[in-house]
């Protein structure tokens, strides 16, 4: 519907880890996603905000193909990761979704032990050659996820029985155990405390430049705090893409700024 | 502009603006009489410059907790934070403005009789009026988020740095030429050095006001002469 002007697109990024160009997602006659365009790059964390059915969550599942699943859903245009289509018939989506790994809204880890959350998806990959291999790899995984050092004496503990903000690390550290080079969160702190929340967004921090990481969140502080680039979505339009710094002190958009003043609706 | 979908916190932005609002036509007064004072070497007039000065001061203080009420409650973003962090720089810079007016006043007993003749002494009013409406008009742009507004005044302080410099040759000149005027000449100057700062502050309104209702920050502007120190 609406092509990408330079206004909307504001932001150039030099090397794009994933890109989208004029996507559009259906879920039966409905669309929810209206040509969106944007580059994801490795240096920076990128936030997505907007209202509720704005389209923010759809369109981050588009990145590792998780709308495969929802069988009304239709996806249009062109995603890439490192210039690949991920979406041509080739592409192997248990492959890609190693890569483009996922964090969502709740925690939801394995009914298995904290050791076994971690090495599930390593095993299946064929990461790990021996025990041995196996050991590094989760405590690498753990450690990275900030979690190791809460957990380390017990690791054959149930992961369900962690708190909640731990599960959601221990998510993390799951996603991290395969080597994606993408991250995609989902709300990842919805359910969680602030200080859970905190220890969540400190994590994102060290993670920023080893992993391209996309965040959904409904709480523009969070945006605020844990990302460089913001992007908001209105109406499944990608509204407007821009430095965080700029998007929450001077943004282009009218629509963009009274979303993020409160004076949305 | 729309309004917030939480009311309250329209509220406490018209609150801050309109305290603003009583400040800058408080700090407007204070000029205006500071100089009526001078000119009619009215004593009365200007110890009541001085005391309103407290109000000022009382005002910014509330703003200045205002302010960091509604960042720490209201989270503001965008074109409000820049409204709220403006209003915090613009107080404390009016608060200066009045100290200023309250300067002259305090000067009026001090420059005696005697030097109604003085020719400086006519030229001040007029300084004094440049510099007051300049002060009317930042804040004008203020509630009214007026960026050319904010432009003009900006433009204007030319106006009173030329004022400055012709009241400070002049006076030299009287010092030079009669020595006995040394005194009065002193507290004269004060007071044109004066009314010049309130016109620099004015303008630093305006530019705040500018950033605040634009997001763009002025390009640094060629001052001229601000200081002409000669002889």
């Known amino acids: 519907m609406t092509p990408m002007t330079e206004e909307q697109h504001n932001l150039a990024v030099d090397n794009p880890k ?21 580059d994801v790059d490795m240096d920076h964390v990128t936030a997505f905000i907007g209202p509720s059915g704005c389209g923010k969550s759809t369109f981050l599942r588009t990145l590792n193909r998780m709308n495969d699943t929802v069988a009304s859903a239709r996806v249009e245009g062109a995603i890439t990761l490192d210039g690949e289509d991920i979406y041509a018939p080739s592409m192997d989506v248990v492959q890609l979704r190693a890569r483009v790994g996922m964090v969502f809204q709740k925690p939801n880890p394995f009914p298995k032990s904290i050791y076994e959350n971690i090495a599930y998806g390593p095993r299946i990959h064929g ?37 909640g903000g731990q599960q959601q690390r221990l998510c993390i550290g799951r996603a991290i155990a395969v080597e994606p080079e993408v991250i995609l969160m989902d709300e990842p702190c ?65 629509r963009t700024k009274d979303y993020i003043t409160g004076r949305y609706g | 502009m729309a309004e917030h979908t939480i009311k309250a916190f329209d509220e406490d932005i018209d609150r801050l603006r309109g305290l603003i609002a009583e400040m800058g036509g408080r700090a407007e ?81 001090l420059v005696a009789t005697n030097t109604r003749t003085l020719e400086p002494i ?16 930042a804040l004008n742009a203020f509630a009214a988020r ?12 030319t106006v009173v740095d030329d004022f400055y410099n012709s009241v400070f040759r ?35 309104v305006a530019e705040m006001v500018y950033y605040a209702a634009t997001g763009n920050t002025l390009p640094d502007r060629d001052r001229g002469a601000d200081i002409q120190v000669e002889d």
Not at chain 2, 122 to 130: E, Y
């Open chain 1, 190 to 254: 919805s359910a969680l405390d602030p200080i859970a929340t905190a220890k969540i967004e400190e994590l994102i921090h060290e993670l920023r430049g080893r992993y391209a990481i996309v965040i959904v969140t409904h709480n523009m502080q969070q945006a605020a705090r844990v990302s460089q680039r913001t992007a908001f979505f209105h109406l499944g339009e990608l509204v407007e893409y821009g430095v965080t710094s700029e998007i929450f002190t001077n943004p282009r958009q009218e």
């Open chain 2, 146 to 157: 007026d960026p050319d507004l904010a432009l003009a005044v900006v433009e204007r302080d």
């Open chain 2, 170 to 204: 002049t006076l030299v000149t009287y010092m030079v030429e009669n020595p006995k005027t040394i005194s009065e000449c002193a507290h004269l100057l004060f007071i044109a050095k004066n009314i010049e700062r309130i016109g620099d502050h004015a303008t630093n």
């Open chain 2, 29 to 109: 007064a204070a000029i205006e009489n500071a100089m009526l004072a001078l000119q009619r070497h009215d004593k009365v007039l200007a110890a009541e410059v001085v005391a309103d000065d407290k109000r000022i001061d009382a005002i910014e203080a509330e703003v200045e907790k205002m302010v960091v009420e509604v960042i720490a409650l209201r989270a503001p973003m965008a074109n409000d934070l820049r409204d709220v962090v403006a209003a915090l720089k613009i107080v404390s810079v009016v608060e200066r403005i009045g100290d200023y007016a309250k300067n002259i006043a305090k000067r009026v007993p």
């Open chain 2, 122 to 137: 006519s030229l001040l009013p007029s300084m004094g009026q440049v510099a007051g409406e300049m002060v009317h008009d």
């Open chain 1, 18 to 38: 994933m890109t989208a160009r004029d996507v559009k997602v259906f879920y039966g006659p409905k669309q929810a996603i209206k040509g969106v365009s944007i």
């Open chain 1, 127 to 163: 990461l790990a050659a021996s025990k041995a291999d196996m050991d590094v790899i989760v405590e690498k995984s753990l450690r990275r996820a900030g979690l190791w050092e809460e957990v380390k004496d017990r690791l054959q503990d149930s992961g369900t029985a962690l708190s």
